[in-house]
């Protein structure tokens, strides 16, 4: 549980809250909460039909705080420590998808597969990335560290560290990084 206490002390940066305050308020962590348990059993090594039981529960509480929270991260996706998803809803991650750690989430972003033939596939998102409101990150492509996914871009090529992207499709506009973003 040391990467959602990481989720816990990003928000705390945050909001100055105590822990449990954020717990009973925050969407988000409700969802990272569901999403750690359930990661945890995935990649554990508990036998096959007690994993498959326990991941069955898990689906079942996942699709609760879908309905509630209006944030889909599936247990087989890869999230590092430190997520932040800052506002309520429409947050859809795929299920292959692999997000860096301390990266920001914004509200209606979308992380997931695009592409044909061997360009199929989802993204790779490095570390202290942040990702604007109504973006979509789609296909096979690499964002590198310390990047900005500007809000209402559709990113479908890759994303070179340490730059601000905006527009549909998006493209580079600054040399400026994520550091104004991620606490």
Known sequence: MTRFKADIAKYKRYSNKSALV??????????????????????????????RILLGFGLLWQKWIE?????????????????????????????????????????GVTIG??????????????????????TVVAGRIEVGNDAVLGACSLVINDVPASTTVLGVPAVQISDKDSSDYIL
């Open 113 to 134: 597969v695009s592409g044909r033939g061997s360009n199929r596939g989802v993204p790779r998102i490095g570390d202290r990335v942040y990702i604007g409101a109504n």
């Open 22 to 51: 954020l717990l009973l308020t925050q969407q988000g962590l409700w969802a990272l909460c569901v999403y750690r348990i359930n990661n945890r059993i995935y990649r554990s090594k508990i036998p096959g039909i007690f994993k």
């Open 67 to 107: 309905m509630i929270a209006g944030i889909s991260l599936p247990y087989s996706a890869s999230i590092g420590p430190g997520c932040y998803i800052g506002h309520f809803g429409g947050i859809i991650v795929n299920a292959n998808a692999e997000i860096g750690a301390d990266c920001n989430l914004s509200q």
